[in-house]
C-alpha cells in the first residue's frame, strides 16, 4: 500500500502564493504518475495537473495553466504544487494521488492512493 500526506494549505489573499507538498510512503516504486486534484464548495472533484515518474511529461488544467507548477523530488518521495496568482475560484480542498497505471500518452488516470486532502482558501 501506499500512502499519502498532504500538507501546505491555507488561507491567501487572491494573488498570493501557495505552495503544497505530498509526502508518500510505503510501496512507493509502485507509483508512476503523480496528481494534484481539487474539489470546491458544491463541484466536483478535478484534475489540477499531474506528473510522470521521471518528471518529463506535466499535464495541466487549462484553468491553472501558467499559474501553478507541478514537480516532484523522488529522493525523497514528494510532490509539490506551486501556485501563483490565486483566485477565489481556486478555492477548494486539495488532494494529491498516486497511479499505478502507466500510460506513455496520457497522466489522466485511473488514480489508485489518495491524500486525505488540505484546505486551500483564497479571499478576494
Known amino acids: 500500500q501506499v500512502q499519502l500526506v498532504e500538507s501546505g494549505g491555507g488561507l491567501v489573499q487572491a494573488g498570493g502564493s501557495l505552495r503544497l507538498s505530498c509526502a508518500a510512503s510505503g510501496r512507493t516504486f509502485s507509483i508512476y504518475a503523480m496528481a494534484w486534484f481539487r474539489q470546491g464548495p458544491g463541484k466536483e472533484r478535478d484534475l489540477v495537473a499531474a506528473i510522470s515518474r521521471s518528471g518529463g511529461r506535466t499535464y495541466y488544467a487549462d484553468s491553472v495553466k501558467g499559474r501553478f507548477t507541478i514537480s516532484r523530488d523522488n529522493a525523497k518521495n514528494t510532490v509539490y504544487l506551486q501556485m501563483r496568482s490565486l483566485k477565489p475560484e481556486d478555492t477548494a480542498v486539495y488532494s494529491c494521488?498516486?497511479?499505478?497505471?502507466?500510460?506513455?500518452?496520457?497522466?489522466?488516470?485511473?488514480?489508485?492512493?489518495w491524500g486525505q486532502g488540505t484546505q486551500v482558501t483564497v479571499s478576494s
Open positions: 494521488a498516486g497511479s499505478n497505471y502507466y500510460d506513455s500518452t496520457s497522466l489522466l488516470g485511473p488514480y489508485d492512493y
